[in-house]
């Protein structure tokens, strides 16, 4: 198992832990994260994991690039779409989103 699917289950084993701990208020976050990534009429699952990579990268989320990077290739995502999206999280972020930008592509490779 590489680095990346170790990492992405101990993310998923720490939100399953919260999500126990705090059944309110994970229900009320799940509902909204099904929402934001459930295919819609422009944007399918694939592009709206892709939008959460690029969000997650400019926020500087590790967690979150691994645990969408995992989703949007689930969904069929492509590098060159990950890297598009990317791209557009430099823009918007700067020399740190450079650096978690590289992260979520090693993610991609590595999952």
């Known amino acids: ?5 170790d990492k992405l ?4 084993g720490r ?11 994970f229900g009320g976050f799940a509902a909204v994260s099904k929402a934001a990534t459930t295919p819609g009429s422009t944007f399918d699952a694939a592009q709206r994991e892709l939008l959460a990579v690029a ?3 400019s926020q500087g989320c590790e967690d979150c690039i691994v645990y969408h ?11 060159q779409g ?3 999206a990317l791209e557009v ?9 450079v650096m978690y930008g590289a992260k ?8």
């Open 1 to 5: 198992m590489t680095d990346t699917a």
């Open 9 to 12: 289950r101990t993310i998923r």
């Open 15 to 25: 939100i399953q832990s919260f999500s126990k701990a705090a059944p309110e208020v």
């Open 55 to 57: 969000i997650a990268v």
């Open 69 to 79: 990077v995992a989703g949007a290739k689930k969904h069929g995502a492509t590098e």
């Open 82 to 84: 990950l890297i598009e």
């Open 89 to 97: 999280a430099v823009e918007m972020g700067g020399g740190p989103a």
């Open 104 to 111: 979520a592509l090693e993610a991609f490779r590595t999952l």
